[in-house]
């Protein structure tokens, strides 16, 4: 391949990395305070030798650049902050879970509380989420039924870490449909449950 061939190619991806580059920039904001300190595509053409080729590291070292610049470097990440935004999860999916689910619907749930025993990033957690659904079998067989079980193993929980015992009754006031201009995100439920 000639030189004026792989220049050409660079040229063009360089246009989609200034393209991506545009898109990242609404993702990784400076704090308001902050001026911007990155302004350059994630890939680009350096003004230097070896026939406009960027070297390997200078391609590969730019996103961390990027990383360390914004101050975004990543913090672990607490039982707790896990545990409430798993729990925010479940409750959702329970309030969005529709009046008359399919087969499939009803499948899905219980397997992912079958798998999310089996790989909680909490190993403690997981080994006791894993005896908590042994004795309380997940039941999806309407919205009611799931979002009661969901705030009745949510208890059991509770219980176990000395929390105090959430009124499931209120469970729909607590946990709310998502806020989805007008209802996209709803999921649809079949009106028999032979559908699929
Ligand atoms: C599957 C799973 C297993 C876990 N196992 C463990 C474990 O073994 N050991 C451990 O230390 N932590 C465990 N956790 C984390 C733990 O449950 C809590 O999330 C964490 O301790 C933070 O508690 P919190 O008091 O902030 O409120 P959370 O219990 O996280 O609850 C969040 C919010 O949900 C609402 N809420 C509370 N109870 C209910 C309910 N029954 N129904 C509906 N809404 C309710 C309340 O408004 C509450 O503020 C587990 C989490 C999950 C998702």
Partial sequence: MSENQLQSIFQSVEKVS????HHLSNFIRPA??????????????????RGGLP??????AQPMEILKKKGTTAA??????????TWT?????????????????????????AILSRVYP????????????RANPVQA???????QWLCHIHNVV????????????????????LDCEQRNCDVQGSLTIFDK
């Fill in 32 to 49: 308001d305070n902050q001026a911007p300190t990155y302004r350059k595509p994630l890939f680009s053409l350096p003004s230097s030798p």
């Fill in 122 to 133: 909490c190993q403690e957690c997981a080994g006791h989420f894993k005896e908590v659904l």
């Fill in 76 to 85: 672990p990440v607490t039982k707790e902050e896990l545990g409430r935004a």
């Fill in 158 to 177: 509770n219980r176990s870490l000395g929390k105090a015992i959430f009124p499931c009754e209120r469970v729909d006031s607590r946990w709310g449909k």
């Fill in 18 to 21: 200034k393209c991506l580059q």
């Fill in 141 to 147: 067989g309407s919205h009611a039924e799931f979002s």
């Fill in 89 to 113: 999860f479940l409750h959702t999916l329970g309030a969005q879970y529709p009046e008359n689910p399919t087969r499939q619907q009803k499948k899905d749930v219980k397997d992912l509380m």
């Fill in 55 to 60: 070297s390997p590291e200078a391609v590969s």
